[in-house]
């Protein structure tokens, strides 16, 4: 009997496999997902005829595929480029972030039999799922076995053979049975007594909740209070998510008395998403689906915004827009770049290139038609107009210091070279910038904080942090920003845009953050639960939070 190699070697398939085979793929993953409402495949997926599927829910990013005899049951969400090779078993609730490698034979077992009562026999007695989940860029080999309840950071190996019953630090090689620390892939932070321990009794030692062992206390009340957030805010989402449903016309509002519109129910999908792994509550996928792509075009939504917001919602809901955003050509693009208020409102101007680069990124995803030389246009025009001195765009005022440009940066990098992959021209300039505007105590000092001035400043230090570049200080930082940020959680209502509960000003002269509601609403939660994640990743501790942004604020690139 021949089989198609394809099936246990799919990496690949999408450059090899002949048309009528990629046709075949496609139809059978569309009869899967028609079969499956809650299942999401990206694109360049690969799912085998030979492979076992039987998940409640499934997500696959792009380029993710499950090769012959691999058995996925439960609730699994696997980033972009994970393989899952042949005879692989993947069980129970499980999260694995992108490009994660996974090996022939290998057990990942999100979840275990209870044995409480000794007279009952196992077969009879409940299942338990505390979950497992793996970060990015791991290297799992062959016959490996990873238990529940166990996380293992970023960067990790988990040598052949092993059986990890413990966490894995970021970074961490472990081998045997049960697995402890061979090496270090990627050094930790900072050595000390808990470093020792991982070599002397297993990774679980010292390691708090799978993230880079630090050496000093406050790192540890730190990790705890990641933790004690996150909990909070899934214990609550439903709670959030109830208080802005406006039960009489069946919609979202960002907060009580607010008007229905659509940010509001794009923050409720994204909030929902992160923190409960499902469509909110109150309305079907298929209705918020709906409802979202089909809004009025004419309800005074900024069509920036419905590009962004309802582009990312449709994408968590495993949908797309019906009529995708048109896109210039490529000189008709440079015409409106060039005629963007770059020096006096470069945050409105980023605003833009923002929304110009996430439609060319919902087309491109969509395999729809893109006029030629837009992208190498868009992404030529925004190199060469950096400013070298302060690897922006625009210039500051004695008004408002550097809170437009920096947010404008923010808003056009994130929409082209963070969607894409891109470096950023001159990445050591824009820290220096963004580390001197955020010692500007308008915007930052506690009580002056804001969703969006703090994002704004998180994302590209973000962004920028493999350079290298004043690491201390952006770490440091990113500390007290966090530390600011951890306190800011409303039991039961969420988080608020600006500092106080009254939205708060983003500029002195107005600007970005107006319409923000007063007091905790959907807007600040979702804005500030991504916050949270860049900052805690900055200071290397983002394992500790269980979650990891998925839609507009994702940090993984789309291509």
Same mark, same amino acid.
């Given at each position: 009997m021949t089989v198609d190699p394809f099936q246990h070697s799919p990496w690949s398939f999408w450059d090899e496999a +002949?048309?009528?085979?990629?046709?075949?793929?496609?139809?059978?993953?569309?009869?899967?997902?028609?079969?499956?409402?809650?299942? %999401?495949?990206?694109?360049?997926?690969?799912?085998?005829?030979?492979?076992?599927?039987?998940?409640?829910?499934?997500?696959?990013?792009?380029?993710?595929?499950?090769?012959?005899?691999?058995? @996925?049951?439960?609730?699994?969400?696997?980033?972009?480029?994970?393989?899952?090779?042949? #005879?692989?078993?993947?069980?129970?609730?499980?999260?694995?972030?992108?490009?994660?490698?996974?090996?022939?034979?290998?057990?990942?077992?999100? =979840?275990?039999?209870?044995?409480?009562?000794?007279?009952?026999?196992?077969?009879?007695?409940p299942l338990a799922s505390r979950g497992i989940r793996i970060g990015d860029d791991v290297w799992i080999g062959s016959h490996v076995v990873v238990l529940d309840g166990v996380t293992v950071g970023s960067r990790a190996v988990l040598a052949a053979g092993a059986v990890v019953t413990k966490d894995v630090p970021a970074g961490a090689v472990v081998g045997g049975n049960p697995a402890r620390l061979l090496k270090w892939r990627v050094e930790p932070v900072a050595a000390g007594a808990g470093v020792e321990a991982l070599a002397g009794e297993g990774v679980a030692a010292g390691a708090g909740a799978g993230v880079e062992p630090l050496?000093?206390?406050?790192?540890?009340?730190?990790?705890?209070?990641?933790?004690?957030?996150?909990?909070?805010?899934?214990?609550?989402?439903?709670?959030?998510?109830? %208080?802005?449903?406006?039960?009489?016309?069946?919609? =979202?509002?960002?907060?009580? /008395?607010?008007? *229905?519109?659509? !940010?509001?129910?794009?923050?409720?999908?994204?909030?929902?998403?992160?923190?409960?792994?499902?469509?909110?509550?109150?309305?079907?996928?298929?209705?918020?689906?709906? !409802? *979202?792509?089909?809004?009025?075009?004419?309800? $005074?939504?900024?069509?920036? #915004? !419905? @590009?962004?917001?309802?582009? #990312?919602?449709?994408?968590?809901? /495993?949908?797309? =827009?019906?009529?995708?955003?048109?896109? +210039?050509?490529?000189?008709?693009?440079?015409?409106?770049?060039?005629?963007?208020?770059?020096?006096?409102?470069?945050?409105?101007?980023?605003?833009?290139?923002?929304? =110009? $680069?996430?439609?060319?990124?919902?087309?491109?995803?969509? /395999?729809?038609?893109?006029?030629? $030389?837009?992208?190498?246009?868009?992404?030529?025009?925004?190199?060469?107009h950096a400013d070298p001195e302060t690897g922006v765009w625009g210039r500051g005022s004695q008004r408002d210091g550097m809170l437009l440009p920096v947010n404008g940066f923010y808003r056009a990098s994130r929409g082209t070279f963070a969607q894409f992959g891109v470096p950023v021209p001159f990445p050591e300039r824009v820290i220096d910038t963004v580390l001197a505007h955020a010692r500007d105590e308008r915007y930052f000092a506690r009580e002056r904080q804001n969703a969006c001035n703090v994002l704004d400043v998180a994302h590209p230090l973000w962004l920028t942090r493999g350079s290298g570049h004043r690491t201390d200080e952006v770490t440091a930082l990113a500390r007290r920003l966090l530390e600011d940020a951890l306190g800011r959680w409303h039991p039961g209502a969420g988080m608020s845009f600006g500092p106080s509960g009254d939205g708060g000003a983003l500029s002195l002269s107005g600007g970005p953050g107006l319409g923000a509601g007063p007091g905790p609403g959907l807007q600040g939660t979702e804005m500030w639960l991504a916050i949270v994640w860049y900052l805690a990743d900055l200071v290397g501790l983002s394992d500790a939070l269980g979650y990891r942004p998925r839609g507009v604020h994702r940090p993984e690139a789309a291509f």
């Open positions: +002949d048309p009528a085979a990629q046709r075949a793929q496609l139809a059978a993953q569309a009869s899967l997902l028609d079969a499956h409402p809650a299942w %999401r495949f990206g694109a360049r997926c690969f799912v085998s005829d030979l492979a076992s599927v039987d998940a409640e829910e499934l997500t696959l990013g792009d380029g993710t595929y499950l090769a012959a005899g691999s058995y @996925v049951t439960g609730t699994v969400r696997l980033g972009r480029d994970v393989s899952v090779n042949p #005879y692989t078993v993947v069980r129970g609730d499980v999260e694995i972030g992108d490009a994660t490698r996974i090996g022939a034979h290998t057990s990942i077992l999100g =979840f275990n039999h209870t044995m409480d009562d000794p007279d009952v026999e196992i077969r009879l007695q050496a000093d206390a406050a790192a540890d009340s730190l990790v705890a209070r990641l933790g004690a957030f996150a909990d909070a805010a899934r214990a609550d989402a439903a709670d959030v998510l109830a %208080r802005s449903w406006d039960e009489a016309s069946r919609a =979202f509002v960002d907060g009580p /008395g607010e008007p *229905i519109s659509l !940010r509001a129910h794009c923050d409720a999908v994204e909030i929902s998403d992160l923190l409960l792994g499902t469509v909110p509550p109150q309305l079907s996928r298929e209705r918020v689906r709906d !409802r *979202i792509d089909g809004w009025p075009l004419d309800d $005074g939504t900024d069509p920036a #915004y !419905r @590009v962004l917001c309802a582009g #990312y919602a449709l994408d968590l809901l /495993g949908s797309r =827009f019906t009529a995708l955003p048109e896109l +210039d050509s490529a000189a008709a693009l440079v015409a409106r770049l060039d005629a963007l208020p770059w020096q006096s409102d470069p945050w409105h101007a980023g605003h833009w290139v923002d929304s =110009f $680069g996430t439609a060319l990124r919902w087309r491109r995803g969509a /395999g729809a038609a893109v006029p030629a $030389g837009y992208a190498e246009a868009l992404f030529g025009w925004l190199v060469t």
